[in-house]
């Protein structure tokens, strides 16, 4: 074992990921991050969704308003 086995054991520990032979990580661990990644993404898109339809409701909120002022 050389120095850059014992880096590499510590920071898969560090950050608790799991690494096969050769430095790869597992499939399983891969597995975790894509899901992670999408989960992220999905996270992301739902506020993005959220704040255009707050937009859209404060907009016709204040046409609703300006309609009931020229009457």
Same mark, same amino acid.
């Given at each position: 074992?050389?120095? !850059? ?11 608790? !990921? ?14 975790? =991050? ?11 898109? &739902?506020?993005? !969704?959220?704040? &255009?339809? &707050?937009?859209? !409701?404060?907009? %016709? %909120?204040?046409? &609703?308003?300006?309609? =009931?002022?020229?009457?």
């Amino acid at each position: 074992m050389d120095q !850059r086995d014992g880096w590499r054991s510590s920071w898969s520990e560090a950050t608790g !990921r799991q690494e096969a032979r050769g430095g790869q990580l597992s499939d399983h661990a891969i597995n975790d =991050e894509r899901q992670t990644d999408s989960q992220r993404r999905g996270e992301r898109e &739902e506020r993005r !969704r959220g704040g &255009e339809e &707050e937009r859209r !409701r404060g907009g %016709e %909120e204040e046409k &609703e308003g300006g309609e =009931e002022r020229e009457r």
